[in-house]
């Protein structure tokens, strides 16, 4: 039996920390949540293993994750956030790899979608961090929308040894259908061999309240196209998913919405990509059997 993974969920507690884009239009889930939230979930669903990713720029709170994946067996990894302008930036991730939970730390994200400059990537101290989380090993997060995706590109090329993966599908607008400005930004991305997709994040770019998974499928289809079924990752975005679908909901519209794959397709899609993108030492819980990652 394949090994299962989402590549990408979070944790957090919004008493104990500032997370600026928790405004009240999502109230719902504007409240604690962690390992023990999820456990069961993963368990009903049979998932064995999940990414845990940053959702606020502040390195405590990569410190603070790292501690949570020490104490959590269903952790695999972490998608952490530092300061990639920051002139002591390898020192920094030196420094969190020393910390309990520290060799969990497998990539690097920021909230590019948030910066006002749509070039962001391409400033000069930005591009120095990207070579240092490259030079370190660590994958790279791409959190963009349309509008960053030309920048992306361009590191993309420059940085063709870095691993980059492009979360949730580069948020189209799945709400209105459309998709031709979207798709002419993306599908560049299709010839390059360092950049991966996370299938994620689409339920709450669609309508909350009425959403199909024939929305989704225009989108989906597209992106396992220019991907493939080698350079496809699921991700729940839980519970930022919650807003519009339960995590057993985003698991099987996401499985609709890609159709009936051969079996090979659907393990690396759902497991064995995560587990090769991000080096992740993991055995299955359900088997035993040692999953060694690919470089």
């Given at each position: 039996?394949?090994?299962?993974v989402d590549?990408?969920?979070h944790?957090w507690d919004?008493?104990l920390?500032?997370?600026p884009?928790?405004?009240?239009?999502?109230a719902?889930?504007?409240?604690?949540y962690m390992?023990?939230?999820l456990r069961?979930?993963?368990?009903?669903?049979?998932v064995?293993?999940?990414?845990v990713v940053?959702a606020?720029?502040?390195?405590q709170?990569?410190r603070e994750?790292?501690?949570?994946a020490?104490?959590?067996?269903f952790?695999a990894?972490?998608?952490?956030w530092?300061d990639l302008?920051?002139?002591d930036l390898?020192?920094?991730?030196d420094?969190?790899r020393?910390?309990?939970g520290?060799?969990?730390?497998?990539?690097?994200?920021?909230?590019?979608h948030?910066?006002?400059?749509?070039?962001?990537?391409l400033g000069?101290d930005?591009?120095r961090?990207?070579?240092?989380?490259q030079?370190a090993?660590?994958?790279?997060?791409?959190?963009?929308?349309?509008?960053?995706?030309?920048a992306?590109?361009?590191?993309a090329?420059r940085?063709?040894?870095?691993?980059?993966?492009i979360?949730?599908?580069?948020?189209?607008?799945?709400?209105?259908g459309e998709?031709?400005?979207?798709?002419?930004?993306?599908?560049?991305?299709a010839g390059?061999?360092n950049v991966?997709?996370?299938i994620s994040?689409m339920v709450?770019?669609?309508d909350w309240?009425?959403?199909?998974?024939?929305?989704l499928?225009?989108y989906?289809e597209?992106v396992?196209?220019w991907?493939?079924e080698?350079r496809?990752l699921f991700?729940?975005?839980?519970p930022?998913c919650l807003?519009a679908?339960s995590y057993?909901q985003?698991?099987?519209a996401?499985?609709?919405?890609l159709?009936?794959?051969p079996?090979?397709?659907?393990?690396r899609?759902?497991?064995e990509n995560?587990i090769?993108?991000y080096?992740?030492p993991?055995?299955?819980?359900r088997?035993g059997?040692?999953?060694s990652?690919?470089a």
């Amino acid at each position: 039996m394949s090994i299962v993974v989402d590549s990408h969920q979070h944790f957090w507690d919004p008493a104990l920390a500032d997370y600026p884009w928790m405004t009240d239009a999502v109230a719902p889930i504007r409240r604690r949540y962690m390992p023990a939230d999820l456990r069961p979930r993963l368990a009903a669903a049979g998932v064995d293993y999940t990414l845990v990713v940053q959702a606020r720029s502040d390195v405590q709170e990569t410190r603070e994750l790292l501690r949570l994946a020490a104490d959590t067996d269903f952790i695999a990894g972490v998608v952490g956030w530092v300061d990639l302008t920051s002139p002591d930036l390898a020192d920094t991730i030196d420094q969190l790899r020393e910390l309990e939970g520290g060799a969990k730390l497998v990539g690097i994200r920021h909230q590019v979608h948030d910066e006002s400059d749509e070039r962001w990537l391409l400033g000069a101290d930005v591009l120095r961090g990207l070579r240092i989380v490259q030079d370190a090993g660590l994958a790279y997060d791409l959190l963009v929308r349309t509008r960053e995706l030309p920048a992306a590109l361009q590191v993309a090329h420059r940085l063709d040894s870095l691993r980059f993966i492009i979360d949730h599908i580069a948020k189209p607008p799945i709400r209105t259908g459309e998709t031709i400005e979207w798709a002419e930004a993306l599908a560049p991305f299709a010839g390059l061999t360092n950049v991966f997709c996370k299938i994620s994040g689409m339920v709450t770019e669609a309508d909350w309240k009425d959403w199909r998974t024939e929305d989704l499928k225009p989108y989906v289809e597209r992106v396992y196209e220019w991907f493939g079924e080698g350079r496809c990752l699921f991700g729940s975005d839980w519970p930022v998913c919650l807003l519009a679908a339960s995590y057993q909901q985003v698991l099987d519209a996401c499985r609709a919405a890609l159709g009936p794959l051969p079996p090979r397709a659907r393990a690396r899609v759902f497991g064995e990509n995560a587990i090769s993108v991000y080096r992740l030492p993991v055995s299955s819980p359900r088997e035993g059997a040692p999953c060694s990652p690919t470089a």
